[in-house]
């Protein structure tokens, strides 16, 4: 059985909703970061990255990184639609979802949510924190133009959606900000989703 390794309030969140979606079985094996768990020996042996989320499969091997983890369940279950078949649809599919993950996320949220691994100095890491909060928000603002019109980033629910929802997650529910109106829509009609509500349960989201 497939085993999703997942910490809680993590990117994970995302491959969880995936997983729930697609609906078949799987285990969900919880790492704990408040003890580091995802740099203990057992953990390494299987993902030397030391990350969440990381994917265990049916024959043994791991797959890790959201964009390819995100894929292969796509790919793996084409009757469940998550990602189009036609090569325009797959790249902006790819594009939405490495924008959420690669720029939202890398790229600006963790600036605001670690800024110590930038920098040691207590007050250029409020100047890193502020840079890292009107990064993710003038992201936002680039998905809301692109939300115009649309339930889904790319008209149907896709991979790209999850990949979107953890971003608003952490900057609605976690860190407190307002969302732009499409975006806020987004999260709203996402949180609607059975397979959310799951993710959100075991979060312990209201």
């Not at 995100?70 to 790819?94: F, I, S, V």
Request: aromatic share 8%; charged share 25%.
């Amino acid at each position: 059985m497939t085993t999703l390794c997942y910490a809680d309030k993590t990117c994970a969140i995302g491959i969880h909703i995936l997983l729930e979606e697609i609906g078949a079985p799987y285990d969900l094996r919880v790492v704990d970061f408040s003890t580091k768990e995802q740099k203990s020996p057992e953990y390494l042996a299987m993902n030397p990255k030391g990350k969440v989320p990381a994917l265990i499969r049916d024959d043994g091997s791991v797959l890790t990184e959201f964009a390819a983890i995100a894929t292969w369940l796509a790919m793996t279950n084409p009757e469940k639609k998550l990602m189009p078949t036609d090569p325009e649809g797959m790249a902006r599919t790819l594009e939405a979802l490495d924008f959420a993950v690669g720029t939202l996320h890398m790229l600006s949220w963790r600036l605001w949510r670690r800024p110590s691994a930038y920098v040691s100095d207590e007050e250029a890491q409020k100047e890193v924190q502020q840079r890292g909060r009107d990064a993710v928000l003038a992201g936002l603002e680039v998905v809301n133009d692109q939300l115009e019109g649309k339930e889904f980033l790319i008209g149907d629910f896709s991979i790209a959606d999850p990949a979107l929802y953890y971003v608003e997650y952490w900057a609605a529910d976690v860190a407190g900000w307002p969302l732009p109106a499409n975006v806020q829509a987004h999260f709203d009609r996402m949180k609607t989703r059975p397979s959310v509500q799951a993710s959100r349960k075991q979060e312990r989201v209201a």
